[in-house]
């Protein structure tokens, strides 16, 4: 048994395309604690996600997490889902089908997007193989993660290459690392606000919370936490907002070590008890709305501050399927692979010349 997977068909003189593949966390298949069990237990799993030794984590994660968390976040899925299925999902099949639409409108018919999933389905192995049905020789990667951390962004170029090492006539293959700071990302994230506060008024207090990770990682070299105060740093001088008018926190802390601080709760009655009436919170780590920003922030979150004291608590959507993120996908896309496409593609008489030589070479067709 070969260890390389069938390629698909191949036809000689067939037109070659760029693909672009969106990637983002994933999901459990239903709100149920069989499926979210069977999700948690991919997830946990990866050691970029817990670095525990594995002997040590086996035990934990199968003798405790997985037989006490699947039921309760199974009821926190349940929440937030929809009669489509899971929001991030959604979210991010949608992204991918607004994207290629768009290159189609610029006249770019030979890029073909899809979406993955790190955890779950459709997983990124099965998104490649898919692309490279398409005649994708060359595919750009696009972990949806705008702030680079070791336990997301790398996790999808290990998923990556464990699918090359499958593969027998790879692609070439270029991966995206962040876009923290890229101009028409902070621009999106400014406009959602802006739009917004149009609508609502300025609050008081704006919050921008990002995804946590262990502390350790920081003090490791993982690059999240200055990624993640670069983003608000940039999008509070978009926005003109002087530095006591916003506060960066850390969301979703896991287990009992310390993660990257302030948490986003404690701050949120802290500000409460300190008498502020109104807060915004935002959560730019995320480009689309899920457990964690519909869950945890906007009703969570909500709760926390108005128990405590606060008047009014706002929760600033993702930018999911705004037009204006499009356009940021778009952009950054193209500046990856703008040299692929600058290639003059074979013209039709090429393709069938192309086709007849490897014919009279007895290639088959």
Known sequence: MSRFLAE??????????????LVNLGSPEAPTPKAVRKYLAEFLWDPRVVEVPRPLWWLILNGIILTTRPAKSAAKYAKVWT????????HTENQAKMLAGYFMQDGAKDVVVEYA????EPSVENALLKLKAKQCNRIL?????????????ASVFDAVAQAMLKIRNLPEIRLMRSFCDHPAYIEAQAL???????????????????????RASLDKGDPYFCECHKTARLLAEYLSLKPEQYVVTFQSRFGRAEWLQPYTEPTLRELAKKGVGTVD?????????CLETLEEISLEGKEAFLSS??????????????HEFIVVLRTIAREHISDWLSKTPPTQDECVASAMRAARLGAKQ
């Open 192 to 214: 959602q606000l802006i739009d917004h506060w149009k609508r609502e008024g300025i609050p008081d207090k704006l919050v921008m919370s990002f995804h946590g990770v262990p």
């Open 141 to 153: 990667v696009v972990p949806l993660y705008p702030q680079y951390a070791a336990s997301t962004t």
């Open 117 to 120: 999933m790190r955890y779950g």
């Open 8 to 21: 698909p068909e191949y036809k000689h003189g067939s037109m070659q395309r760029v693909g672009i593949l």
């Open 83 to 90: 009669k489509y299925g899971s929001p991030l999902r959604i």
């Open 309 to 322: 004291g606060g008047k009014f608590f706002r929760y600033v959507p993702c930018l999911n399927e705004r």
């Open 281 to 289: 919170v935002v959560c730019p780590g995320f480009v689309s709305d």
